[in-house]
């Protein structure tokens, strides 16, 4: 079993910025890239971001220019650097990877709010 272990979320207050890190055992998020989402209260889980293995990376919309994603391949681990929060952005963040996506983390809370 593959375990994946977000932190790095909490309270911030909008406008403000949080590092979400994600460890992983051995090198699977240099052979397979990751990916973070996340989930709001009654909402589905949304695509947020993602670094393929070859390091190519991309966002969703709503955070393009905010958010940046990163992978430290000699710690096994990545990260979501998130600037310039907003209260939308509140939500579980979960990191993602593996052979078809298929191991996530147990997910870290941020919340944005005054």
């Known amino acids: 079993q593959v375990q994946l272990v977000e932190s790095g979320g909490g309270l911030v207050q909008p406008g403000g910025s949080l590092r979400l890190s994600c460890a992983a055992p051995g090198n699977i998020l240099r052979l397979y890239g990751m990916g973070w989402y996340r989930q709001a209260p009654g909402l589905q889980r949304e695509w947020v971001a993602a670094?393929?293995?070859?390091?190519?990376?991309n966002y969703s919309d709503a955070v393009k220019g905010r958010f940046t994603i990163s992978r430290d391949n000699y710690k096994n681990t990545g990260y979501l650097q998130m600037n310039s929060l907003k209260p939308e952005d509140t939500a579980v963040y979960y990191c993602?990877?593996?052979?078809?996506?298929?191991?996530w983390g147990q997910g870290t809370q941020v919340t944005v709010s005054a």
């Open positions: 670094v393929t293995n070859g390091g190519a990376t």
């Open positions: 993602n990877t593996g052979p078809l996506g298929v191991y």
